[in-house]
């Protein structure tokens, strides 16, 4: 027996705590539970002899003690195995298929294989190598090494300590432990040459710190830990550890505070794992709270969450803290990296570019971009699923917020906030200039073209559309009534309806607060516009053309009188009132005549001709097409060359759907053919749809169905995409087609589909 166990065995038999023997022996109770436990193995004689007296030992006895005593005291050199792995995670959840690349690493090496755990702070990487390490031990006949490198201390381990400790657990005396560590190194790499081991290094600060103890082994595997991804280092495996799955997340929960309690408020449970940004680390202490609140609901859990300023907060449990995970990678950053750090936590959005990030940071782009690669590299952020666009985990930006209120004046963030809200409105103005009647041609920062501005405004909407609101609330009203009329040939074709609600919502009340009856107007009208032909909400649209009829006649302004009436045919044609269309479609070309606005004229021409096709007079309405298409090929109207496009496009379109009307399948082919040719130079994705869905039926009434079914498949694409109305239809359409090319089950599902979108649009 050791030491410890003796002592403990005397102490029970004469029925003695650790406080009563120590208050005999005067030796401290915290030295006897050391003894006890082991972790003191050889006291002196002094104190072993003062124990046996109160424990009432003769002779024999305190012999056997003192000699296990000297024997504790004897230095031994460590074993190789077992390994000295921390406690495994018991609830470690949703690694499988991580802990399954690792077996198979594992079972695949010959020499030495390297793998990299990285991820952002509290997301599971020591748990999950843990996990690893003790699943795969056996695997390794000369030992399993764990060692915590303290990467983000302020003095990490030094390689050369870890060689040190590694050659003692190898069975190297101490004594034979070369003093340089060149020596040191050659000794561990020619210990390790012909072993078959397992070493796991936690928590690496850099490649510098891992490469020395990287040697070539016998079947060995070496895993390491780190925030940052270590790039440098040649791999055999990189395992990015993301947040966890909603069910992950609720099953992490559902271990630490009870499964019965978290099913008892499932939503509520959603919504704290949603709170708590889906990181382990966050579930862990938000779950270890409930355990040891049994009296909360997990409601009032989620409660405490919903503020930001609370959040990092609220998610303590003991010495847990989410935002001393964060804080120690954000003390590594230099100071450059953590002013972009903080100042991206005023993004508007969820995602952001470099160009975004050199605005707040007041730097160049190509400073901006190594920047953030930089906090990549330190897993403070992400890399968005768009190539070039970054992302911050929902508790880093919070925890980055904090910092930004906690260490820059007030007039410093107020100035990096309108830097940013300035750049974003003015490249979205002119970004939006690039369409319609007189679309810019001149470059604007990075956009070059119509398909540059396009794509900036599409993957930065939720960017300047926050700027947007942030703009409003600030009373930039003349900045917010910019946008809102530079957006309006833009929106066209192009968005969402529910931006164009919040846009044109926020021009109106920018316009008011103006005192712009005429720009009031004219927001107006485009919110009838969206509301009418993008929302479909046809009773609020007509209501809406009454403010908009009365503002543009206080303005006395023709054209704007024009578009109100337009606007009021299209609610007119889409609620069915077809005759009350045709009437003011007709006012509509009036009045734009008499404001000797032509391209208006046009315009309500054009929808004049749907409302002839709604009236199932097909040839009228091809007539009228044939005619506009026409006028607007002769150059009359002097409009840029892609708003020609664009309008040709939506023209051959709707010839095709007349043509269509007829069955005159030829010509319906022919027209979708030219409407596809013109959009080559025009992005309008529901022309585009449209186009192929008619191109579509053409061929498969032509005796083409595996062409239509190519077309129909892009046109479901571009309508579930777009949101486009065509979508019930295009499935509809691909369904038959799957019949005609037998294949039964592919028709099924897209008539399921169909069903289902025409529900959820009734």
């Not at 991804?229 to 099953?251: N, T």
């Not at 956009?447 to 700027?467: F, K």
């Not at 596809?676 to 186009?691: G, K, Q, V």
């Not at 498969?700 to 190519?710: C, F, W």
Request: aromatic share 6%; with cysteine.
């Amino acid at each position: 027996m050791t030491f410890g166990e003796l002592l403990r065995a005397h102490r029970l038999r004469v029925r003695l705590t650790q406080e009563e023997l120590a208050e005999g022996s005067g030796v401290s109770v915290r030295a006897i539970s050391d003894m006890e436990r082991g972790r003191a193995k050889g006291p002196q004689r002094r104190t072993v002899e003062a124990l046996a007296g109160v424990l009432s030992l003769v002779g024999p006895q305190i012999g056997e003690l003192l000699d296990a005593a000297k024997e504790g005291r004897v230095r031994r050199a460590p074993s190789v195995a077992p390994s000295a792995l921390p406690p495994d995670v018991a609830d470690l959840t949703g690694r499988e298929g991580e802990l399954a690349a690792l077996t198979a690493v594992a079972e695949q090496t010959r020499t030495t294989s390297l793998v990299v755990v990285h991820g952002p702070p509290g997301a599971g990487k020591t748990a999950l190598a843990v996990r690893a390490a003790y699943r795969l031990a056996s695997r390794f006949a000369d030992g399993c090494f764990f060692f915590n490198l303290r990467g983000m201390d302020v003095r990490p381990v030094h390689p050369s300590e870890v060689v040190y400790r590694m050659l003692l657990a190898l069975g190297v005396e101490e004594k034979q432990i070369p003093a340089s560590d060149a020596e040191r190194s050659d000794l561990y790499r020619a210990r390790l040459r012909e072993r078959s081991t397992l070493l796991v290094l936690d928590n690496a600060s850099d490649e510098a710190q891992v490469r020395p103890l990287l040697a070539t082994g016998s079947r060995s595997v070496v895993v390491v830990t780190s925030r940052l991804v270590l790039g440098g280092l040649e791999a055999s495996r990189r395992l990015g550890l993301d947040v966890l799955g909603p069910g992950e997340s609720f099953d992490l929960l559902g271990a630490i505070a009870g499964r019965a309690r978290v099913g008892a408020e499932p939503v509520a449970t959603a919504r704290v794992a949603k709170l708590c940004g889906h990181l382990p680390l966050a579930l862990r202490i938000a779950g270890n709270r409930l355990a040891s609140r049994p009296k909360w609901t997990i409601g009032h859990l989620a409660g405490q969450l919903v503020d930001e300023r609370r959040r990092l907060s609220a998610l303590t449990a003991g010495d847990l803290q989410v935002r001393t995970a964060f804080e120690m990678s954000y003390r590594q950053l230099g100071d450059k990296a953590a002013v972009l750090f903080r100042r991206l936590s005023l993004v508007p959005g969820a995602d952001f570019g470099p160009d975004l990030a050199a605005v707040l940071a007041d730097v160049d782009r190509f400073s901006a971009e190594d920047t953030l690669e930089e906090l990549v590299d330190m897993s403070l952020l992400d890399t968005a699923e768009v190539p070039g666009r970054y992302v911050f985990h929902d508790l880093i930006r919070v925890f980055a917020g904090e910092r930004l209120v906690d260490e820059e004046p007030a007039p410093v963030v107020g100035q990096a906030r309108r830097r940013m809200v300035d750049w974003l409105l003015d490249t979205a103005v002119a970004a939006a200039g690039f369409f319609g009647p007189d679309a810019r041609t001149v470059p604007f920062g990075p956009l070059s073209s119509q398909e540059d501005a396009d794509a900036w405004l599409t993957v930065e909407t939720a960017n300047w559309a926050g700027a947007l609101r942030w703009a409003g609330r600030d009373g930039l009203h003349a900045e917010v009534l910019r946008l809102a009329t530079a957006m309006h040939w833009y929106s066209d074709q192009r968005g969402r309806g529910e931006t164009w609600v919040d846009v044109f919502t926020a021009g109106v009340a920018a316009a008011r607060a103006l005192g712009s009856v005429r720009d009031e107007a004219v927001q107006l009208n485009f919110l009838t516009w969206t509301l009418a032909v993008l929302m479909r909400r046809y009773p609020e649209a007509l209501a809406l053309h009454e403010q908009a009829w009365h503002a543009s006649v206080a303005a006395g302004d023709v054209t704007e009188q024009g578009w109100a009436v337009h606007y009021r045919s299209v609610s007119e044609l889409r609620s069915g009132r077809l005759e009350a269309a045709q009437v003011s479609a007709r006012r509509a070309q009036e009045l734009f005549r008499q404001a000797g606005y032509p391209l208006g004229e046009q315009i309500s021409l054009s929808f004049l001709a749907l409302v002839l096709d709604g009236l199932a007079r097909y040839e009228e309405s091809l007539v009228v097409n044939l005619e506009l298409l026409g006028n607007l090929r002769s150059g009359r109207l002097e409009l840029a060359p892609v708003m020609v496009a664009e309008l040709s496009a939506t023209l051959l379109v709707r010839t095709a759907d007349s043509l269509a009307r007829l069955a005159r399948w030829p010509e319906v082919l022919a027209a979708a053919d030219d409407a596809l040719d013109m959009l080559r130079t025009a992005t309008a994705p529901p022309s585009l749809c449209d186009a192929r869905y008619l191109r579509g039926l053409a061929l498969h009434r032509l005796g083409d169905p595996a062409g239509a079914r190519t077309e129909f498949e892009l046109a479901v694409g571009l309508a579930t995409e777009h949101r486009h109305h065509r979508l019930a239809a295009a499935l509809g359409a691909l369904a038959e087609v799957h019949d005609d090319l037998g294949d039964p089950v592919a028709a099924g599902d897209c008539r399921d589909r169909a069903a289902a979108v025409g529900s959820n649009s009734g």
